[in-house]
């Protein structure tokens, strides 16, 4: 098990990852999730103890990384898939690593049967497509067979057969019970891969449950209502009697209705009160990747002017019949609207926080609505979904802990090879 507790990191004025607490549990795969700049790479060094924290503390099965007995066998990582020596083959570039962590060399070339890269083993990888590299990364931090394993962003650049082997494999991973804990900024793709989300923003914790709970927390029914086109009259009517009759309603982009609040049935018998015709009257859920987007976009440092959280911005401000918080409770920062975060903090526009003038201490919780000294201050202090409570479990017993000489640069490996993730996957070799 990961565990993190009151984690911050500041490089120099910056707050990287300011009093994050989460735990990432064996035998699932957690999604590590948040728009880019929000922390993840960063939080994930510390994790490898690459980075010391400026607060707080991380353990790895009870200890800090560089205290852990054994690291390579019990820690693997993909951090950077490009950090190989290209005038390598990929065959040797593991060997190196092997043979530093004292791994037998058929080892390698199983980890290079389960990544599908047996075929090209011997070829330099400065050829290698992005995918190529990706699998070798991944190769590299399966070398020592450990239990736990960190992945930052590994399905980048993959086509889509690509995703799906990552995809997979994350997941037989975890069935073997080991802790995946996996970084990504997309959230459709968490949502086909994780078991649990740990969402964070601007170095900060937005969301930490299952995938389950997400998905009831964020998703919103609402029905899409299409009248005549060419006629605004009756759009302009019905919206009225919605309206009056306790729905919220908001326009869309290709001139329907999205309203809530109200059930089919009778928005129709409401429409046919008001003499409207309907083209369309149809039940739809809002997408993950939406809830995703609007508990993120108070905290999103970089923003494309043509960009689509901009449009959901302006579509959710321009209808003025919405309620509180929208439909989903991450509606912007409206006043009075639910936003997650404490009443008058204004999402757009973060400005880094001057330096604090005393440190936080690691752990200590945070006053919901109280100011934030060390954190930026877009973020939310209290999280838009329940952050789940932490359920404490037993840290793994390692034997008597030995410092590692040095923290690793590269993905660790174990001294013996168990065969079990040699079972799979090599019919995927390209
Ligand atoms: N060595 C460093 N020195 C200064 N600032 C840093 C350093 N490393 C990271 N940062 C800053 O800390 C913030 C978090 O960066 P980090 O790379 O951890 O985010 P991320 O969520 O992994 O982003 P991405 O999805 O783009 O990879 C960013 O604003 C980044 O510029």
């Not at 930490?208 to 605004?232: C, H, L, Q, W």
């Not at 302006?314 to 918080?325: E, F, H, L, T, W």
């Not at 359920?391 to 008597?400: G, Q």
Request: hydrophobic letters at 40%.
């Amino acid at each position: 098990m990961i565990e993190a507790v009151g984690l911050t990191k500041r490089y120099g004025a910056k707050t990287a990852v300011y009093n994050l607490s989460f735990q990432v549990r064996p035998g699932a795969v957690t999604g590590f999730l948040g728009p880019n700049g929000s922390g993840k790479s960063t939080t994930m060094r510390m994790i490898l103890g690459l980075d010391e924290p400026t607060a707080g503390h991380v353990t790895v099965g009870g200890y800090p990384f560089r205290k852990l007995p054994n690291a390579p066998r019990q820690v693997g990582a993909l951090l950077d898939a490009k950090a190989v020596h290209g005038g390598r083959s990929a065959r040797q570039h593991l060997l190196c690593l092997a043979q530093l962590s004292g791994i037998p060399a058929r080892r390698v070339d199983e980890v290079l049967g389960v990544v599908g890269l047996q075929n090209v083993a011997r070829k330099r990888s400065k050829g290698f497509s992005l995918g190529m590299g990706q699998r070798l990364g991944i190769a590299a931090a399966l070398l020592g067979d450990p239990q736990v394993l960190l992945f930052d962003e590994p399905v980048n650049g993959l086509d889509p057969e690509g995703i799906l082997w990552v995809r997979n494999f994350m997941k037989q991973l975890a069935a073997e019970g080991r802790t995946v804990f996996v970084s990504s900024h997309l959230m459709s793709e968490m949502a086909l891969t994780a078991d649990h989300l740990i969402v964070i923003g601007r170095g900060q914790l937005l969301a930490d449950m299952n995938v389950k709970d997400f998905i009831s927390y964020n998703s919103a029914d609402f029905a899409r209502v299409r009248t005549p086109e060419g006629d605004p009259g009756q759009r302009e009517k019905l919206t009225a009697a919605l309206s009056e009759a306790g729905g919220q309603v908001l326009p869309e982009q290709d001139g329907a209705l999205r309203v809530t609040g109200l059930p089919l049935p009778r928005i129709s018998d409401l429409a046919h009160g008001a003499d409207v015709r309907l083209w369309e009257l149809s039940p739809h859920q809002a997408s993950l990747e939406e809830a995703y987007m609007r508990m993120t976009q108070g905290a999103v440092d970089y923003r494309s002017t043509v960009d689509e959280r901009a449009a959901l911005q302006q579509q959710m401000s321009g209808a003025g019949a919405m309620p509180q918080g929208g439909p989903y409770g991450y509606a912007p920062g409206a006043p009075g609207q639910q936003t997650g975060f404490p009443p008058g903090t204004t999402l757009p526009g973060y400005a880094e926080p001057p330096a604090p003038p005393q440190q936080h201490a690691p752990g200590a919780p945070h006053t919901p609505g109280a100011p934030m000294p060390t954190a930026p201050p877009a973020a939310p202090a209290t999280p838009v979904a329940p952050v789940a409570p932490a359920t404490p479990a037993a840290p793994a017993t390692p034997a008597t802990p030995v410092a590692p000489p040095t923290p690793p640069a590269q993905p660790p490996a174990a001294p013996s090879a168990p065969a079990d993730l040699t079972k799979s996957d090599t019919e995927d070799a390209r």
